[in-house]
């Protein structure tokens, strides 16, 4: 895991290329992953060690407007929980509900349709700005941030021990981590995890990126992947069909 924090920090710059963040003050080791939903809404997010985190964040825009009062962990948070900040920043930047819980994330509405960057103040104990802040490259609001692009070449195959999904990562403008898996029987669509997948940005070849376990036999099933990036954005679907034959009746009979 901590090969792959370092590849992704390596990564960074690029994927920042039109949204860099700018760091003053203590000198905050981080990055800003923003985009626009040209329907006046935004997400945002960032990270850096839990012991550089302050009291909170208040965020506006370049022009001093406060579109954040305060941007904090929920009560009772606790980012030692995940052991360390490698795997808190795993988490975080592959799953967005949990990066919100984190205070390291939000969802903003109603925004101008204007050219606009983001200035992150980090607060004190008193609710005050610090001095520390982070501000990103100014985007266009009105205009929609493309989504992630689906995974690629995705192949299935049945197999006695469920059907194997394979797919290959695509790189795009943000980075992804985590991907959702669906099946169309026909009849319903049916979402194989709770949580979106998180497998990073590779993987061994030629594992299973997933394994149905419980794909119904005696029939063809058709499986939906999306890619899901650090804004908590899905892509469009991938889709493969796979028929599953009944792997019980190819064993020989048994003994009376």
Do not use: C
Request: proline fraction near 9%; hydrophobic fraction near 45%.
């Amino acid at each position: 895991m901590r090969r792959l924090l370092l590849l992704l920090l390596a990564l960074w710059p690029l994927a920042l290329a039109a949204a860099p963040a700018t760091q003053s003050a203590d000198k905050i080791a981080t990055r800003i992953w923003y985009a626009a939903d040209g329907q006046g809404g935004a997400r945002l997010l960032w990270f850096l060690p839990p012991e550089r985190w302050g009291h909170g964040w208040r965020l506006e825009d370049d022009q001093g407007n406060v579109l954040a009062d305060r941007v904090a962990p929920t009560e009772g948070f606790d980012p030692g929980q995940e052991g360390g900040a490698i795997a808190l920043g795993l988490r975080v930047m592959g799953d967005w509900d949990y990066a919100k819980t984190a205070g390291l994330a939000v969802e903003l509405k109603d925004l101008p349709s204007r050219r606009a960057g983001f200035v992150l103040r980090r607060l004190d104990a008193r609710g005050q700005p610090d001095g520390a802040r982070l501000t990103t490259a100014a985007i266009d609001l009105g205009h929609a941030a493309r989504p992630p692009r689906p995974p690629k070449e995705l192949s299935g195959e049945a197999t006695p021990q469920g059907v194997k999904l394979f797919w290959r990562p695509q790189p795009g403008r943000l980075p992804v981590l985590a991907y959702t898996v669906e099946r169309d029987d026909g009849r319903a669509t049916t979402r194989l995890h709770e949580q979106a997948l998180f497998l990073g940005n590779t993987w061994a070849q030629p594992s299973p990126a997933f394994v149905d376990a419980k794909a119904p036999s005696e029939g063809e099933a058709s499986y939906l992947v999306r890619a899901v990036d650090v804004l908590g954005r899905a892509s469009p679907a991938a889709n493969v069909r796979v028929f599953v034959p009944d792997f019980t009746a190819l064993l020989p009979p048994r003994a009376p």
